[in-house]
């Protein structure tokens, strides 16, 4: 995080993805564009890509961005970030779903929990009775 990107889609979801870091983040230079991708990459091409990125004006400017980003992104990821509160929103999502199955075993108890699941289900096993 916080480095800029020599982009070179080669297939998938790639192309989309250096369209975002060129493009809309702008942190990013493409070595290739996916219009050419059958076409080989000479090996000067790769160096004056790097050398963009690394020594120019243009370069210093998205490495400033990529390294804005980058922090922004480890903030996000801290104690109190965004990435944080969702992650803790999620598993509390997810462990409430458990719990609504846990308080309904608890509350039937286990023989009564086993006869209503039997009795729902009963129609797909013909072998079956549905307790009383």
């Known amino acids: 995080m916080g480095v800029p990107i020599a982009a070179w889609p080669m297939h998938a979801d790639q192309p989309k993805n250096g369209f975002l870091v060129t493009e809309i983040l702008k942190i990013g230079l493409t070595v290739r564009e996916w219009e050419n991708r059958e076409e080989i990459v000479s090996a000067s091409t790769i160096e004056n890509v790097v050398r963009k990125l ?10 400033k961005r990529a390294q804005e980003l980058g922090e922004v992104v480890r903030h996000s990821t801290e104690k109190g970030g965004a990435s944080q509160i969702e992650l803790d929103s999620f598993i509390a999502h997810i462990t409430r779903q458990d719990l609504v199955f846990t308080s309904t075993f608890k509350y039937f108890g286990y023989l009564s929990f086993l006869c209503m699941l039997i009795g729902h289900l009963s129609a797909s096993w013909p072998f079956s009775r549905p307790c009383a």
Do not use: F
């Open 54 to 63: 690394m020594a120019s004006e243009e370069g210093d400017a998205i490495r």
